[in-house]
């Protein structure tokens, strides 16, 4: 009896164990729950959660980025942070190259935990770049060491009311808009704005539908169809393509323009002013390694052999040209230039009495060895039938006397005319040559510029 009394008292204690221990597992959790939310409102407080942010972009992208003061989040329907005031600079430069009224960034969950590279959207809200100050930092990045993988925007891309400067032109009121973005498939972008140059305002309406995707460590565009509307010194013009920028650069478009900014056309040749499209083409490439930043960044653009061709207008309509030009260094640039017009435009000075009437096309060459600030004179070579003009000019003289041509008739050029015929006032001449100088040059350091055979 005594037994069973014993066996039938320690019964009622097991559950009581087991609920005191639920108690405690409960109240490790409710405790653990506390301190997650505890730290997740420590580091989720707008403040710390901007510095969070911008230390780790800063580190990523090696810039220093700040904002004008904490940023706003959201985590429904999908994280979505907006920093105000943003802005970039480059480590070792005085003034940002980039800054923001607003950024506003949106990511999948996905993207938070890893999975993908996507991004929903970004909206820029009246941003402002510097274009030579994106260059300088695009050139410091080191070179890419994987493929390409363009990431996704789900939302797309926007830009409202921004801004593009450069050392001699800017871009105002940029509206852009690229609903969507993913590799290997077809997107449209559409953009429009203000192109300033000196005293004059060109507006631009563009759009740009093309197939981009990741090439090798490098970008590729293909089947680019590109429609710009435009007034004052921008031209309107239709035109299709490709571009990659990989292992190897190489561009490729051909259209035609609709419209010929009045004071090209001025300064060319009136027949550009008739009606009708004037077709043009551009090929330029250099086949061999990509550039080292981006085709942003034009200094890089010359550390490999370089190739360009360009036409543009109707041999039977206009006065067509075309050039061929190849370059070739990285602090010497040795550069040739071979082009041909179909025939002497009515908008220039007229030539000597016998030339005009030879239907033959002007030849010219022109071949430059030096600096790539353009400082060491430039051979040159201009053709038509049996007659030439040889000689050489430095860029900044010429430059010089055009702001101040009322000081001397004649540019600051050293040339040699040599023609087996010329017609002057009834008189023939035969067997002409003539040499020009410019004395009153001031001298120039001797530079050996390259020799040029002129070209057929």
Known sequence: MKARGADSSATPKQPRVRRRLWRKILGALALLSLILVLVAAYFLQPARLTALVLERASRMLQLELHTTGPGSYALRPEPRLVLPGLSATAPGERAPFFRSARVELALPWSTLRGRSTDISSIVLKSPDIDLPGLQRWLATLPPRTTPLKLPAFTRGLRIDDGVLRATNWRIEHIDLALPTLADSKPSTLDASGDFLHEASTSKFRLTLASTPAGMGRGLRIDNARIDLKSDGELPSLTATGS?????????????????IPPQW????????TRPGDVPFSIAAGNGAQALVATSAAPITAMRQHLQLRFAVGDPKRQPALTLIGEANGVEILDAHLHGQLSRWPDAWPGLPAALPTNPAPIVFDASYQGTLFLDAPIAFVVRRADASLQGRFRIADVRAWIRNKSDTMLPPIEATLSAPRIDVGGMQLRGVKLDMRDNAAPEQPATKPSRIAPKS
């Open 243 to 259: 571009m990659h920028d990989a292992d190897t650069f190489a561009v490729d478009l051909q259209g035609a323009m609709q419209r």
């Open 265 to 272: 056309a001025a300064s060319i040749d009136s027949a550009f």
